[in-house]
């Protein structure tokens, strides 16, 4: 007997698992691409000042404190490389990235465990309590993936603040953060103007819809780091087409607008919609995506995972993630009508 597929095929496959905008590629950014082919007959640093200059806009920084790369795992790579760290500390649960990139440099990782009972929520003071000088680096997502919490700025600020008194440099990573509300308030951008041994990452993957185009950067205000990193960077594996329609994406209002407002009120029906289920339990969403953690004891994540499949619903199984287990799965927020469908699916076998 032939085995039956997976997937029904009458439904279409809706990956929640990618953390991606459900708006799509910005119509700007469709349009500059398709008037500036042209542009790929030319080098493409010569559309990086335009690049630099929007970024500078869009967070509120300096031209000078900006550094180009094609991802974030790019200029991860990149900090690691310059710092040559020999110990890093990874909070955890956290992006698998970051102690890859760490690893593949040699350097050495110590794990801080969030507490699961504080909805992973970072315990400012007992984890300042855990920093020494034996540390060279320490990477902090702002929100983190996969719990989707944010820290406050006031927060992020003790910790860079301690950072800079025990010679660790310390990188944010801020890849989700314009699916915040009040994003202004919380992002470390503005703390560069202090703390020289910060770096604050941002992406046009997740926000913009547009993973294909590879445009990363980071803010930076320490001249000799500054330096090095342009020396050493790789800003030429940005296309003359990826810059240009980076500069269009950042300056495009009406798709950042429409993107956060329709955003904020995914997550507060999602998350409203599912509360009231006794047989999981939800880490409250400030982010776009959401970590559930199941409690009937016959159900793994990977019984939920192949059960979504069969419907079209692609969700993250967090089994492979340090501090978490096969009881969690992520799943991020698209458009009413499939969230309703996604909502209802993981509701079936809960």
């Given at each position: 007997m032939a085995k039956t597929p997976l997937r029904i095929k009458q439904y279409d496959t809706v990956h929640f698992d990618t953390n991606v905008n459900p708006l799509g590629i910005p119509e700007t950014v469709r349009?500059?691409?398709?008037?500036?082919?042209s542009s790929v007959y030319n080098y493409p640093e010569a559309y990086y000042g335009n690049l630099r200059t929007a970024i500078a806009e869009?967070?509120?920084?300096?031209?000078?404190?900006v550094?180009?790369?094609?991802?974030?795992?790019?200029?991860?790579?990149?900090?690691?490389a310059l710092i040559m760290p020999k110990k890093a500390l990874v909070i955890v649960p956290g992006s698998m990235g970051y102690e890859k990139a760490l690893k593949a440099y040699g350097c050495k990782t110590e794990y801080y465990y969030l507490d699961e009972e504080a909805d992973y929520t970072l315990d400012i003071v007992d984890f300042l309590g855990k920093l020494d000088s034996s540390f060279?680096?320490?990477?902090?997502?702002?929100?983190?993936?996969?719990?989707?919490?944010?820290?406050?700025?006031?927060?992020?600020?003790?910790?860079?603040?301690?950072?800079?008194?025990?010679?660790?440099?310390?990188?944010?990573?801020?890849?989700?953060?314009e699916f915040i509300d009040n994003e202004k308030d919380y992002t470390a951008i503005p703390l560069t103007d202090k703390y020289t041994r910060l770096a604050v990452l941002r992406s046009v993957t997740k926000f913009f819809a547009v993973p294909g185009l590879r445009i990363a950067y980071a803010i930076m205000n320490n001249p000799d780091y500054m330096q090095l990193a342009r020396m050493a960077s790789?800003?030429?594996?940005i296309s003359a087409l990826s810059a240009i329609a980076g500069a269009v994406m950042l300056r495009d209002a009406s798709y950042i607008e429409e993107s956060k407002s329709m955003m904020h009120t995914e997550r507060s029906l999602v998350y409203l919609a599912m509360s009231t289920c006794k047989t999981i339990r939800l880490v409250k969403p400030d982010a776009n995506f959401m970590l559930m953690k199941i409690l009937k004891d016959d159900v793994t994540a990977s019984d939920v995972f192949d059960h979504c499949k069969q419907r079209g619903v692609i969700i993250r199984k967090c089994d492979d993630i340090?501090?978490?287990?096969?009881?969690?799965?992520?799943?991020?927020?698209m458009n009413p009508?499939?969230?309703?469908?996604?909502?209802?699916?993981?509701?079936?076998?809960?």
């Amino acid at each position: 007997m032939a085995k039956t597929p997976l997937r029904i095929k009458q439904y279409d496959t809706v990956h929640f698992d990618t953390n991606v905008n459900p708006l799509g590629i910005p119509e700007t950014v469709r349009a500059a691409l398709a008037n500036n082919i042209s542009s790929v007959y030319n080098y493409p640093e010569a559309y990086y000042g335009n690049l630099r200059t929007a970024i500078a806009e869009y967070t509120s920084s300096t031209e000078d404190r900006v550094i180009l790369g094609s991802g974030s795992v790019d200029l991860i790579k990149l900090l690691t490389a310059l710092i040559m760290p020999k110990k890093a500390l990874v909070i955890v649960p956290g992006s698998m990235g970051y102690e890859k990139a760490l690893k593949a440099y040699g350097c050495k990782t110590e794990y801080y465990y969030l507490d699961e009972e504080a909805d992973y929520t970072l315990d400012i003071v007992d984890f300042l309590g855990k920093l020494d000088s034996s540390f060279d680096m320490l990477i902090i997502g702002n929100p983190n993936n996969p719990t989707s919490k944010k820290l406050e700025r006031d927060d992020i600020e003790e910790i860079a603040k301690a950072c800079d008194d025990l010679g660790i440099f310390l990188v944010v990573d801020e890849m989700y953060i314009e699916f915040i509300d009040n994003e202004k308030d919380y992002t470390a951008i503005p703390l560069t103007d202090k703390y020289t041994r910060l770096a604050v990452l941002r992406s046009v993957t997740k926000f913009f819809a547009v993973p294909g185009l590879r445009i990363a950067y980071a803010i930076m205000n320490n001249p000799d780091y500054m330096q090095l990193a342009r020396m050493a960077s790789s800003e030429s594996g940005i296309s003359a087409l990826s810059a240009i329609a980076g500069a269009v994406m950042l300056r495009d209002a009406s798709y950042i607008e429409e993107s956060k407002s329709m955003m904020h009120t995914e997550r507060s029906l999602v998350y409203l919609a599912m509360s009231t289920c006794k047989t999981i339990r939800l880490v409250k969403p400030d982010a776009n995506f959401m970590l559930m953690k199941i409690l009937k004891d016959d159900v793994t994540a990977s019984d939920v995972f192949d059960h979504c499949k069969q419907r079209g619903v692609i969700i993250r199984k967090c089994d492979d993630i340090t501090g978490l287990s096969n009881k969690y799965i992520r799943f991020c927020f698209m458009n009413p009508k499939q969230n309703d469908l996604m909502v209802n699916t993981i509701l079936e076998i809960m």
